[in-house]
């Protein structure tokens, strides 16, 4: 499982044209689900997710620029399912998709991750899976972070 964290002062999501889901301040996790990953895997990636240390400690100017978590700081995620992110380019110039979970697969797993994203008392809104999506955000910093379940 690879999770790309973005720290945003605002994103949205939308599908056809139309608004799907919008945060604030917080993160765009983008979400590559693989064939190893199971619930073991995505539960250890939420409370990564949720227990990584990305923002700036409000009561404590002096401190380092990286200091707090998205708890802290009453942030929300806006999850966007992305199986490029399992893409293979070692060979050639055509990305090969194989590592990437199936949709029966990945979708329930994905599921799980936001709902124990939302269990940790963080807001989540989610893109639709599966869709082509259209993803604005913008980016505070920037700050971007690889979580890798490997």
Known sequence: MRVVLQRVSRASVAVDGQPVA????????????AVEDDEAKVEAMAQRTAGIRLFPNPDNPDAKPIDVAIGDVDGSILAVSQFTLCADTSRGRRPSFVAAARPEVAEPLFDLYCTRLVEMGIPVGKGVFGAHMDVELVNDGPVTIVLDSR
């Open 22 to 33: 919008t945060v604030g301040r917080g993160y765009v996790a983008l979400v590559g689900i």
